[in-house]
C-alpha cells in the first residue's frame, strides 16, 4: 500500500535518525520525499448485497490506495486508464500550489484521460496536515472510484493532541446495484431524479445489516485502555451521514485537513467531501460494539437511501457475537446536525493555523439551491412542473465545457470556452427561503451557462452561501477546490447583512474545503485567493453538481514568479 519511492524511503530513515539532533536540516532533507504510485483505472468484478456485477476501480480494489504522505513531501502519481470510461482524479483539499494542472476535475483542469491513456499528477503537500481523499472527478465515477489521502505532519514532527495507539480510516461511501453511469444518463434523460442507492459502506462493505454482506464487514481489534485515532471520510455521493459508536464517545480533533479545537461528542455529521478526525479511547466493558453510519436527509419529502451501514469495534479477548447498536439521530434531525457543525471550531495554536484575512476586497452573495429548465419541444419531462431538474447558484446553472478546459482556455487566452460575467450578487432578489416560493414559476425557471468569476492574486473574498426554498429547501455541501476557507457565521432564513455580521467568528473559527449551508439557511466563508488557476466551486452532491450546482473562480496570477502558473506538463490530455 505505502509506496515510497527507494530514494523517498532513504531519505524519511535519513530524516528520522537526524531529527533529535539536527531538527533544521532534518526538516530541509526531509522536504525532498517523493511519494509514488501508479493508479492503474480498471474492471473489477465483485460480490455485493447478493448480486455480482462490474464496476470501475483503482488497482483492483475500492476504496482504492490508502496514500500516505508527509506535509512537505511532493506527491507523483501516475494513472493509466484501462477501463471503458473517461477518467481524471481529483486530490479533494489539497491546496495545488501552482500545480493547478494536477487538481483534476474534468474540463475544468484538465480535459479526461481517456480510455487507453494516461497521465501523471504531480503535487506538493504544503501547510496541510490531516485527512484528505482523492476521487475520480467525471460523471459519477467516484461511486467507485476514490481512497484516502493521509497528510502526516512534517517528518520529525507530531500531532497537536497526544500520539494515538493506532490509526484507522473509516471511509463511507454509497453503492448502486445498478451502473453508476446508467443511474445518470437515466435521470438526465428522463428530466427526473435518479434512482437512489442500495446502501452505504465502511470502507467498501455494507455491514451486518444488509443481506449476503455478513462476512466481509469491517472490523477493528482494540485494546481496553487504548485511544485511536479514526480518519471518517464520506465518500457517498448524495447523502450527509451521521456516525456513531456504541457506548463510545469521541473527540474531534481535525476537519479537512485543519485541526481543531478537541471537541468532545457522541455523533459525528459528515457531508460528502467532507473528512472528520476523532480520538477515540477504548474505555468500556470488554465486549463488541458497532459503528454505525445513516443519512442526515435534509430535504423534506425526498426519496433517499435510509439504511444504514456498520463496522465493528471488537474489544481485545471480547467474547461476544451481537455487538451492540447504537442509536443514530433521525434522519431529520436538523438541530443535532447544527449543533455539530457549528459548535467545531480552529486550532489557533496548532500547525498550519492561519488567522481570518480582516480587509474584505470582494464581497459576493451566492443563492444556491434546486430550479428547473425547459424540457425542451416534444420531449416529456419527469421533473416538478414536467419540466426538466436543474441546479444553480445564483439562477446560473453550470454547464461545463466540452471543447477545451476552462483553464486551458485561460492559460492560452482561448476566448469562447466561458464567461467571465458571473454577478456578486443575484440579479433578481426575492425571499430566498419562504416555502411559499417553492414552486413559483416566475423564480423557478434557470438556464445553463459556463459562467464564472475572476479573481484578483491575493485578494480576499467573502462568500454568503443563501440556501433557497426553490423546488425544497436542503442541506448543500459547498465545495471549493485549491483552497481553504474560513467558516465565519451559520445560521437559518435569509441572511441579514446587518444583523448576522455580528455573529462573526473572526478569533477561532473551523477551516474548511466544503462547508455543509444549513437547510433553509445561510453560511459564510472567507479566503484569500493566493493561487492562481481555475478552481471549481460546487455542491458535492453529485446529483447536484450533475443538475448544475456549480462555478468556476479563476485566479489570475500575481506577477511574480512565485505567482505565477508554469504552462501545463507535456502530457496534459487533450480534448
Ligand atoms: C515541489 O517541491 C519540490 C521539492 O520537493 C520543488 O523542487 C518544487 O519546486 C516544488 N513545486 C512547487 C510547485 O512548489
Ligand atoms: C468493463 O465493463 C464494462 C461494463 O461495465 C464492459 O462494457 C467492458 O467491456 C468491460 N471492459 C473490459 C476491458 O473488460
Ligand atoms: C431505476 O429504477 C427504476 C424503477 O425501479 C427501474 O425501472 C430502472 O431500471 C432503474 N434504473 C437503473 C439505471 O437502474
Ligand atoms: C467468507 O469470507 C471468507 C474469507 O474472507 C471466504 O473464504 C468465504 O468463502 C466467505 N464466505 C461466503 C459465504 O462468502
Ligand atoms: C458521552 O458524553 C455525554 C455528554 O456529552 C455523557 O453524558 C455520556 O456519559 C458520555 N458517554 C460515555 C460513554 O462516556
Ligand atoms: C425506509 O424506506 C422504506 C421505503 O420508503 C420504508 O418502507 C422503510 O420503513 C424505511 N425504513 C426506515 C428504517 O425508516
Ligand atoms: C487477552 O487475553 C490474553 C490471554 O489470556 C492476555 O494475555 C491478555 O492480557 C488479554 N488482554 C486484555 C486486554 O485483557
Ligand atoms: C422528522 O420526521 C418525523 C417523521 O419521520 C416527523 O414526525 C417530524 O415532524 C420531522 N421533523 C422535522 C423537523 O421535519
Ligand atoms: C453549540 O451548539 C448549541 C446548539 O446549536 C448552541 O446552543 C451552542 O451555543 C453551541 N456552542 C458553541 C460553543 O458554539
Ligand atoms: C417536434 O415535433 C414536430 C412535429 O412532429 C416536428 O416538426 C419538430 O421538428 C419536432 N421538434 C423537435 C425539437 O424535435
Ligand atoms: C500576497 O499577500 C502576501 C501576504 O498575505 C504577501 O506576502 C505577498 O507579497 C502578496 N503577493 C503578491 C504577488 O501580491
Ligand atoms: C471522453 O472525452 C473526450 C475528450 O474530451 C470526449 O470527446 C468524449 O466525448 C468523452 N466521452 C464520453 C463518453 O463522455
Ligand atoms: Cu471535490
Known amino acids: 500500500m505505502r509506496a515510497l519511492s527507494f530514494s523517498a524511503v532513504c531519505m ?56 500516505h504522505i508527509h506535509r512537505g513531501d511532493r506527491a507523483i502519481i501516475h494513472v493509466i486508464n484501462k477501463s471503458p470510461y473517461n477518467i481524471t482524479i481529483h486530490w479533494h483539499g489539497i491546496f495545488q500550489r501552482l500545480t493547478a494542472w494536477s487538481d483534476g476535475p474534468d474540463y475544468t483542469t484538465q480535459c479526461p484521460i481517456q480510455p487507453g491513456r494516461s497521465y501523471t499528477y504531480r503535487f506538493n503537500i504544503t501547510n496541510q496536515e490531516g485527512t484528505l481523499w482523492w476521487h475520480a472527478h467525471v460523471n459519477w ?74 462476512n466481509g464487514t469491517y472490523k477493528i481489534e482494540v485494546t481496553h485502555g487504548k485511544t485511536y485515532l479514526l480518519r471518517i471520510i464520506n465518500a457517498a455521493l448524495n447523502n450527509q451521514l451521521f ?7 469521541m ?42 453510519a445513516r443519512a442526515y436527509a435534509s430535504a423534506a419529502g425526498v426519496k433517499f437511501d435510509n439504511t444504514t451501514t456498520t463496522g465493528i469495534l471488537a474489544y481485545e479477548n471480547t467474547t461476544s ?32 493555523w492561519r488567522g481570518v484575512p480582516k480587509e474584505v476586497d470582494e464581497h459576493m452573495f451566492m443563492t444556491v439551491g ?4 425547459s424540457c425542451g419541444r416534444n420531449a416529456t419531462c419527469s421533473g416538478s412542473l414536467g419540466q426538466r431538474f436543474a441546479a444553480s447558484i445564483s439562477n446560473l446553472s453550470f454547464q461545463f465545457p466540452t471543447k477545451l478546459s476552462m483553464l486551458e482556455a485561460h ?69 471549493i477546490h485549491g483552497l481553504n476557507f474560513h467558516v465565519l457565521a451559520q445560521g437559518f432564513g435569509n441572511y441579514n447583512s446587518s444583523t448576522d455580521r455580528k455573529k462573526f467568528n473572526l478569533v477561532n473559527p473551523q477551516m474548511r474545503n466544503t462547508i455543509g449551508v ?50 501545463p506538463p507535456s502530457n496534459l490530455p487533450k480534448c
Open 370 to 373: 434546486l430550479g428547473l429548465v
Open 411 to 479: 492559460f492560452y487566452n482561448v476566448s469562447g470556452i466561458y464567461n467571465a460575467s458571473f454577478p456578486d450578487k443575484p440579479l433578481a432578489p426575492f425571499d430566498y427561503t419562504n416555502s411559499s416560493n417553492s414552486l413559483n414559476q416566475s423564480l423557478i425557471m434557470t438556464s445553463k451557462s459556463t459562467t464564472v468569476k475572476k479573481l484578483k492574486f491575493n485578494s480576499t473574498v467573502e462568500i454568503v452561501f443563501q440556501d433557497t426554498a426553490l423546488i425544497g429547501v436542503e442541506n448543500h455541501p459547498m465545495h
Open 321 to 352: 457475537t451481537s455487538p451492540l447498536l447504537p442509536t443514530l439521530p433521525a434522519y431529520n434531525d436538523t438541530n443535532t446536525a447544527h449543533k455539530f457543525n457549528s459548535n467545531i471550531t480552529g486550532l489557533v495554536s496548532g500547525p498550519c
Open 243 to 249: 456516525f456513531k459508536i456504541a457506548n463510545h464517545n
Open 141 to 214: 465515477l467516484r461511486a467507485t472510484v476514490y481512497g484516502g489521502l493521509i497528510l502526516y505532519p512534517e517528518r520529525g514532527h507530531s500531532y497537536p493532541f497526544p500520539k494515538p495507539h493506532k490509526e484507522y480510516p473509516i471511509i463511507l461511501a454509497e453503492w448502486w446495484n445498478a451502473n453508476v453511469n446508467d443511474v445518470l444518463s437515466q435521470a438526465l434523460a428522463s428530466g427526473g431524479a435518479p434512482n437512489i442507492s442500495d446502501a452505504y459502506l465502511v470502507n467498501g462493505q455494507p455491514g451486518d445489516l444488509y443481506n449476503c454482506s455478513k
Open 518 to 567: 444549513p437547510v433553509g439557511g445561510w453560511a459564510v466563508i472567507r479566503f484569500k485567493a493566493n493561487n492562481p488557476g481555475v478552481w471549481l466551486l460546487h455542491c458535492h452532491l453529485d446529483v447536484h453538481l450533475s443538475w448544475g450546482l456549480a462555478t468556476a473562480l479563476v485566479v489570475d496570477n500575481g506577477g511574480t514568479p512565485s505567482s505565477t502558473l508554469p504552462p
Open 12 to 67: 524519511g530513515r535519513i530524516s528520522l535518525l537526524l531529527a533529535a539532533a539536527f531538527t533544521l536540516l532534518a526538516s530541509s532533507l526531509a522536504s525532498a520525499a517523493v511519494v509514488r504510485h501508479t493508479f492503474t483505472v480498471q474492471n473489477l468484478t465483485v460480490q455485493k448485497l447478493c448480486q455480482e456485477r462490474v464496476i470501475t476501480v483503482v488497482n483492483g480494489k475500492s476504496p482504492g490506495p490508502l496514500i
Open 251 to 292: 473527540t474531534v480533533v481535525a476537519v479537512d485537513a485543519t485541526y481543531t479545537t478537541p471537541y468532545h461528542t457522541d455523533v459525528v455529521l459528515v457531508a460528502p467531501g467532507q473528512t472528520t478526525d476523532v480520538l477515540l479511547t477504548a474505555d468500556q466493558p470488554i465486549g463488541s460494539y458497532y459503528m454505525a
